[in-house]
């Protein structure tokens, strides 16, 4: 059974402090996205790589860096969390398709990040 | 700019049949998807669809008329647990995926 694996499904942080969320794929996908789900707005892009230790920043980088050192995970960092960033954050892989295209994705389960 | 449209909420009663419609404006087309995501849980695929047409698979159907930049999503005989949210997400030509802020179905006995 195919799986992504996030590394912590809630988490409380305080404005300022650093944020590491993991995810481990275990399906050899190229591709991983990390997506913000906020309500009345769509998946939003933050970062997404297509190769190891390859990253494109997505529609909203600002204030979030990744690191993929490895092809199964892909980590997304929040430097100095803030209040705007409580959000839901979800991991995604796929295949690649066409080169850098995608196909189905397969979801984590989701971090839902509460920063006070 | 890139947009897709949904409705932001439907209704519709067990054992009936409901069409969930997402219209698209993209910098080109490289295929449509639809997943479903249930309250707290994670999104799942479901179709995708990349010619014109109906493709059917079970209870679930998908259209696509890229001329029209419309799809839909067909849902029969109903059940409870098809309450979730309906996204709809296109591919364009940098094959970067665009996702409607998607439909949540509310299904009543």
């Known amino acids: 059974d195919v799986k992504v694996t996030q590394s912590s499904r809630y988490l409380v942080k305080r404005t300022g402090e650093k944020v590491f969320l993991e995810c481990v794929q275990d399906?050899?996908?190229?591709?991983m996205f990390w997506y913000r789900q906020d309500p009345g707005l769509g998946l939003r892009l933050i970062y997404f790589?297509?190769?190891?230790?390859?990253?494109e920043k997505g529609d909203i980088p600002e204030g979030y860096s990744v690191s993929r050192e490895k092809k199964e995970r892909f980590s997304l960092i929040l430097e100095s969390a803030s209040t705007n960033q409580t959000s839901m954050y979800l991991c995604?892989?796929?295949?690649?398709?066409?080169?850098?295209?995608?196909?189905?994705?397969?979801f984590g389960e989701g971090s839902r990040l509460t920063v006070l | 700019g890139q947009n897709i449209d949904q409705p932001t909420e439907m209704t519709a009663t067990e054992g009936a049949i409901v069409q969930i419609n997402c219209t698209y404006q993209?910098?080109?087309?490289?295929?449509l998807f639809w997943y479903q995501q249930h309250a707290g849980e994670a999104p799942t695929f479901l179709s995708y669809?990349?010619l014109d047409g109906l493709e059917e698979k079970g209870r679930f159907s998908s259209f696509l008329s890229r001329s029209k930049g419309y799809s839909y999503l067909l849902l029969k005989e109903l059940q409870m647990k098809d309450s979730a949210s309906y996204l709809c997400?296109?591919?364009?030509?940098?094959?970067?995926?665009?996702w409607g802020a998607g439909t949540k179905l509310i299904i009543k006995p």
């Open positions: 995604a892989s796929s295949f690649a398709l066409a080169g850098r295209g995608t196909g189905e994705l397969f």
């Open positions: 399906m050899d996908h190229e591709n």
């Open positions: 790589s297509y190769d190891v230790k390859m990253k």
């Open positions: 993209t910098s080109g087309f490289n295929g």
């Open positions: 669809n990349v």
């Open positions: 997400a296109v591919l364009d030509s940098n094959y970067q995926l665009i």
